[in-house]
Nanobody, 115 residues
Framework: QVQLVESGGGLVQPGGSLRLSCAGS????????MGWYRQAPGKQRELVAV???????KYADSVKGRFTISRDNAKNTVDLQMNSLKPEDTAVYYC?????????WGQGTQVTVSS
């Protein structure tokens, strides 16, 4: 069992930055592929970024060049640095730990980009 807790969401103006953090506990964090997903009102949950055990990253086209995912296995954390935020980035952001068919979600943190 893995417990994931996100933090760092909030209200930011367009062009601003936020850093989300996800703290994991309950297992060997390093064996999981970690990811950030988001869900906007009325839309399906979508992948934002993932980072593998060895640090390989993948991003949605909509956030490439603006967002950066990183992980610290010693601290059991995975972060998402979000720069140049746009109103369309507004959503609930979820952390996920995945290993094969097994996956765990955090409770989500709200990010609102608005002037």
């Amino acid at each position: 069992q893995v417990q994931l807790v996100e933090s760092g969401g909030g209200l930011v103006q367009p062009g601003g930055s936020l850093r989300l953090s996800c703290a994991g506990s309950g297992t060997i964090f390093s064996i999981y592929v970690m990811g950030w997903y988001r869900q906007a009102p009325g839309k399906q949950r979508e992948l934002v970024a993932v980072i593998s055990n060895n640090g390989t990253t993948k991003y949605a086209d909509s956030v490439k060049g603006r967002f950066t995912i990183s992980r610290d296995n010693a601290k059991n954390t995975v972060d998402l640095q979000m720069n140049s935020l746009k109103p369309e980035d507004t959503a609930v952001y979820y952390c996920r730990a995945n290993r094969g068919v097994i996956g765990y979600w955090g409770q989500g943190t709200q990010v609102t980009v608005s002037s």
